[in-house]
Each structure stands twice: as structure tokens, then as C-alpha cells.
């Protein structure tokens, strides 16, 4: 069974634009998750999709944002980025949103 | 609320040399605990959890960890490790309503020939 995958997997951005990623998650996993790793907060939820309804939410801005398809596809949009947005950005899929998650592999953004 | 604190950033080691790498929670709630592994330039991979039963809970590569839950501990070891175990090690604990995980810093395992 293949492995949550997500694309791309570099990015780099100016600050003041938007940016959108993608994680497919493991086939039949209905939960999505998101996190974001940097070196200085380590690893922090941003938010979780179940059945494209957002379930759970981290304390990140609004400029943050998510969504989640039919084929339980997930994409996280950032708008009006900063440099503080640089980071490695890790989704996770689970079968029911309460067991393991697998991760997939990350996007890195750097933004200048 | 839920934390989780592994008091070493980094932990050096021989290899061929046991290791054990700390972990203590915090929550009020009943706890799922998982060990993750970070290789460079990588996502995360699941080494080991722990859900209910048995307290010791055999991983992947070798790696066990023991639940104590009257220490909150979470302690990951290996009797021996590999220069291939070199890596970032995050322990992380879920429960309650969420499946939101709770990481801790990381503790970055180096092995020397």
C-alpha cells in the first residue's frame, strides 16, 4: 500500500505571497492531519480534517487554512506569508482519526 | 491539557553500546504514547506505541519502550545500536477527544563508530 505522499516537496516563496499544499493520504485513511516543524517550535498540529470537515484546529492565524476532498485529498493554503512561515510542513493520515497516523514525507518552504 | 518533555536534546553513544532515550508526559486524561524517528531531510516514522495492554511495547528496528504510568514515563531503548540509528527521535502523546499529537522536543541519537 502506498504511502501518504505530498507534493511538492520544496517551495520556495517571497513573503506577501500564497501558497497551497497537497497531501494524499494512505488509501482508505479518512483523517488528515497537519503539522508544522520548525527548529525553534519544534513540531506543532495546525489542524485535522474527517470526512472534509475540519475536526480540530491548532492555535495558528487565519491566515492558515485547510480543506479536504471527496477522496479525502487534503490541501493546506497559507496567504500573505512571512518569514517566520519557513518550515517543514508534515501531513499525517489515519484510518479514523483516532489511531496512528502515518506521516508523509513534508513540503519544505522557505520563504524570503 | 496534555505536554510531553524529553529532558535530552542530545544523546551520544558507541556503537554496539546500549541507549535510552527519555520521555515523560503529562495529561489528565487517558494517553495514547508513540515514538517517532526523523532521518535528515525526512518525514516522520512510527518506531512504536503504546494504546492499552501489555506495558512493554516492541518497535520496529530493534527498539522497545516500557509505559509506566505511575512515573509518566515513556523511556525508548535499544540493547544495542547501529550507525544507522543515528537520527532525531520524537516521543508524542495523544488521548482524550483528539487525535491531535503532543511532541516533544526531539532527541537527536548520535552513534560513533
Known amino acids: 500500500k502506498a504511502g501518504v505522499t505530498q507534493t511538492p516537496r520544496y517551495l520556495i516563496k517571497t513573503r506577501g505571497q500564497q501558497v497551497t499544499l497537497s497531501c494524499s493520504p494512505i488509501s482508505g485513511h479518512r483523517s488528515v492531519s497537519w503539522y508544522q516543524q520548525t527548529p525553534g517550535q519544534g513540531l506543532q498540529f495546525l489542524f485535522e480534517y474527517f470526512s472534509e470537515t475540519q475536526r480540530n484546529k491548532g492555535n495558528f492565524p487565519g491566515r492558515f487554512s485547510g480543506r479536504q476532498f471527496s477522496n479525502s485529498r487534503s490541501e493546506m493554503n497559507v496567504s500573505t506569508l512571512e518569514l517566520g512561515d519557513s518550515a517543514l510542513y508534515l501531513c499525517?493520515?489515519?484510518?479514523?482519526?483516532?489511531?496512528?497516523?502515518?506521516f508523509g514525507p513534508g513540503t519544505r518552504l522557505t520563504v524570503l | 491539557a496534555q505536554s510531553v518533555t524529553q529532558l535530552d536534546s542530545q544523546v551520544p553513544v558507541f556503537e554496539e553500546a546500549p541507549v535510552e532515550l527519555r520521555c515523560n508526559y503529562s495529561?489528565?486524561?487517558?494517553?495514547?504514547l508513540f515514538w517517532y524517528v526523523q532521518y535528515p531531510n525526512q518525514g516522520l516514522q512510527l518506531l512504536l506505541k503504546y494504546l492499552s495492554g501489555s506495558t512493554l511495547v516492541k518497535g520496529i528496528n530493534g527498539f522497545e519502550a516500557e509505559f509506566n504510568k505511575s512515573q509518566t514515563s515513556f523511556h525508548l531503548r535499544k540493547p544495542s545500536v547501529h550507525i544507522s540509528d543515528t537520527a532525531e527521535y520524537f516521543c508524542?502523546?495523544?488521548?482524550?477527544?483528539?487525535?491531535?499529537?503532543?511532541f516533544g522536543t526531539g532527541t537527536l541519537l548520535a552513534v560513533q563508530p
Open positions: 495529561s489528565s486524561v487517558s494517553v495514547y
Open positions: 499525517a493520515s489515519s484510518l479514523t482519526g483516532t489511531d496512528t497516523q502515518y
Open positions: 508524542a502523546v495523544s488521548g482524550g477527544a483528539t487525535n491531535k499529537l503532543i
